[in-house]
């Protein structure tokens, strides 16, 4: 079933590897196909990705991802009709491991290519359902290396609205999660999900942390304030007390972000005179901010727009459904696509 003209008539495939994730899917005229995703297990021990060991992973993975992608879409590399890739922002090293798969690909099969800006396949993971925002809106693009409100006049455009001076949202709960030492060997590296299990008994208000410009009046974001506010907390309390308000930080914590995440969306919404608004990237997997925002959208008229958390996460899905679109309006990349860790969104616009 075809969910929208936007994109090319043909099935596309997608590889993403901008962080520890190897992904590859199969989109077709905004149908998911296939979306496969390998989430590397072995960072936790470390409390964060090492880029390093990412690179050598997405090395022994990419291939047996694609294959399945293409096996479980029922279609072989002829029957497609291009390929997309994430060109960036992200790690370097994670980022060619997927180029050079893209490209070889390409090159070997006579396939058209395009890089993918990864920022704009979390935009694109809402046109991946039928129910998806109609421009003009606002997104909010919440993720561990991005905190970004983007608007959309039109798709394929975009204006920043604010993006985070420092710690992007995800990045700061990694660090907290870091902090109360919730990463185990063995365990993924995203703190996201560690924080938002562990506050589930916890009190949001039992400590009273910043939320950071939540009443400036621009779009900017800073959660750098509230990490160290969180390390002061933490380093006051003795081994013990730690162990039983540790419930109560990670609540209070997480409270600050989305309260500040919120404030700014729905800020950003009435600023630019839209009704819809979209809200993406792992971080918006996050149920306290799902709901939150849901609440907050319902209060004023607004119309609220959230991919699947499968789809929230880092995915090929939506790096094959931007790809489906640029190739729909004629784009197509050289084989010296080359990885820009620092891509900025504007770039594609």
Partial sequence: M????????????????SCDETSAAVVREGCILSN??????????????????ASRDHIRRILPVV??????????IAGLSGIAVTAGPGLVGSLLIGLCAAKSIAFAHGLPLVGIHHIEGHIFAAFLDERHPSPPFVALIVSGGHTDLISVPQIGLYRILGRTRDDAAGEAFDKVAKLLGLFRPGASAMG????SRLAEDGNPHAVRF???????????????????????????????????????????????????????TVRAAAFCGVQDVLVAGGVAANRVLRERMAKAAQERGLSLFIPPPVLCTDNAAMIAAAGSFRMGQGERSGLDLNAAPRLSLRDVA
Avoid: M, N
């Fill in 36 to 53: 496969i995703i390998f989430s590397q297990a072995d960072h936790g021990r470390y409390g964060g990705v090492v880029p390093e060991l």
């Fill in 2 to 17: 075809t969910r929208s003209p936007l994109f090319l008539s043909g099935p596309v495939l997608g590889i993403e590897t």
């Fill in 67 to 76: 294959d399945e992608a293409l096996q479980r879409a029922g279609i072989g």
């Fill in 192 to 195: 996201g999900p560690l924080i």
């Fill in 210 to 264: 910043p939320r950071g410009l939540i009443d400036a009046d621009h779009f900017d974001f800073s959660f750098s304030g509230l990490k160290t506010a969180v390390l002061h907390h933490v380093r006051a309390l003795d081994p013990d007390s730690l162990s039983r308000s540790a419930p109560d930080v990670a609540a209070s914590f997480q409270a600050a972000v989305v309260d500040v995440l919120v404030a700014k």
